[in-house]
Each structure stands twice: as C-alpha cells, then as structure tokens.
C-alpha cells in the first residue's frame, strides 16, 4: 500500500479523508453558530429625525482646482 498520494492511496484511505472533512466542517459550522449574536431583537432598526432632503439638479464638473502629479 502505498498511501503518499492522494492517486495511490487505497478506499480507506479515501474514506478517512472524507470522514476528517466531515467532521471538520460541522465543527466549524457549529462554532460559527453558536458564535453568533443571539439576542432577542435581530433586526436592524434606523431611527431618524429632521426634514427630508432632496436631491438636487445633478451638475458637471469639467475641471478642478487640484493639480495632477505624474
């Protein structure tokens, strides 16, 4: 058995492989979600005050004040 490459390794080499991933991707599947903010109020909420703004007529700007530095 010559189990150096992943070409010439035999089925339970294969199988052990699969079975580390496996494991190895609930493992962090579950610390992600047991990682994450588990308070009651979930969603995002924006609280604003003031008139509205509207947008203006948009403008065209055809050249600055700065100057270019090549």
Do not use: C, E, W
């Not at 070409?7 to 294969?14: E, N, S, V």
């Not at 979600?33 to 924006?46: F, G, K, L």
Request: proline share 3%; hydrophobic share 45%.
């Amino acid at each position: 058995m010559n189990n150096a490459t992943i070409f010439t390794a035999d089925r339970t080499t294969h199988l052990k492989i699969v079975v580390i991933s496996l494991v190895a991707s609930i493992a962090i599947l579950v610390a992600g979600m047991s990682a994450r903010d588990s308070s009651t109020d979930s969603t995002a909420r924006v609280q604003t005050a003031g008139p509205v703004m509207k947008a203006g007529k948009p403008i065209v700007i055809s050249h600055g004040d700065a100057t270019a530095i090549r």
